[in-house]
């Protein structure tokens, strides 16, 4: 059975991600695509690179017809997904890129983004879409809400820590480096190429990245205690790839043993050989994770590093991978593509 698939913001990165993925899933056919800014358009003119594809004309949200779409994928702007499913059929399933459900407390939404959540009902519903932590809720839920990448990243460098109880939890650093299609596609002048290309640069310093309620929300409920870590991200002038470096306080060989026993089954996570570490540049383009450890000079601290794909593993790929669940497809149909190199 070919499962039926709509794509509401498809001009963004996440959306063409989501295309890229898709055209090779042998259980998923895209019936309608959206693009508001775009409408009319053939993903040809907005994406030449998906051009081979033959994909339905970019229209209005308001314009699709959902009596024959099994599931649909929001990759639309921070606070516009609430209104928009909202409206839609409620026998739809939806996975939304969005940070709009990511949040369970409605405060905790207001205190990150700055307005109060429009779609109470529907953030309790939602279900926090880390695949290889809730897939069991992740099967049986209408409204996935796929993590940050940010948030992603960090959570599977520490989350198996946590619960194995092999670190000091007041003791979390994450220093990050992300890159810039993480910041989405609109023209941003922070973004040119004359302003960034040759630098990296931290942002959101000082506790104040929207990512951190994502960090309170999965930590403190895995160590059923409060946790709150030391965060700051740098943007990095590449196109596509996060590299998290988590400092804690733990032994390295627990540390390391806690992360391969967590991951030993997970598809996607691989745990690197003790002292090994990862680079963005072997899992770009791919759903995989790379996880490495090695101790540091001063005893009982550790170094964790983490890598992945912000548009793939830490967005449009790990939305799939919940589509597949609640589909009841194999969890890694369509996924297992190889990280392109170099």
Aim: aromatic share 6%.
């Amino acid at each position: 059975m070919t499962h039926k698939i709509a794509i509401l913001g498809a001009s963004g990165y996440t959306g063409a991600e989501l295309v890229r993925i898709i055209a090779t899933h042998p259980e998923m056919e895209i019936v309608a695509l959206t693009g508001d800014r775009k409408a009319g358009m053939a993903m040809a003119e907005v994406f030449p690179f998906l051009r081979h594809l033959d994909l339905p004309v970019l229209q209005k949200i308001e314009d699709v017809d959902f009596s024959n779409v099994d599931l649909c994928f929001c990759a639309l702007p921070h606070a516009t997904s609430q209104a928009v499913i909202s409206e839609l059929p409620r026998d739809l399933k939806i996975v939304d890129l969005s940070a709009d459900f990511r949040l369970r407390d409605p405060a905790a939404y207001e205190k990150w983004y700055g307005k109060p959540h429009s779609a109470i009902e529907m953030q309790k519903e939602a279900v926090y879409g880390l695949t290889e932590f809730y897939r069991d809720e992740i099967r049986v839920a209408r409204l996935v809400a796929g993590t940050g990448c940010n948030a992603a990243t960090g959570q599977y460098a520490i989350r198996p820590l946590i619960e194995a109880g092999v670190i000091d939890l007041d003791q979390i650093v994450i220093d990050l480096k992300a890159g810039v299609s993480g910041a989405g596609r609109s023209l941003k002048e922070n973004l040119l190429h004359a302003e960034l290309s040759g630098g990296t640069h931290a942002y959101s310093a000082g506790g104040t990245h929207r990512h951190l309620g994502e960090f309170d929300q999965e930590f403190s409920k895995a160590a059923g205690r409060e946790v709150l870590v030391q965060f700051t991200p740098h943007l990095s002038p590449m196109n596509r790839g996060i590299l998290a470096t988590v400092y804690v306080r733990g032994e390295p060989a627990a540390v390391h043993g806690a992360l391969a026993a967590r991951y030993a089954d997970e598809p996607f996570l691989q745990v690197l050989p003790m002292g090994q570490l990862p680079s963005t540049r072997h899992v770009g383009g791919s759903n995989f994770v790379h996880i490495g450890v090695i101790g540091d000079r001063i005893p009982g601290r550790t170094v964790v590093v983490a890598a992945l794909d912000n548009l793939t593993k830490g967005s449009s790929g790990q939305a799939i991978h919940n589509a597949n669940l609640m589909l009841g497809l194999p969890e890694t149909m369509g996924l297992m593509l190889a990280p392109v190199f170099p």
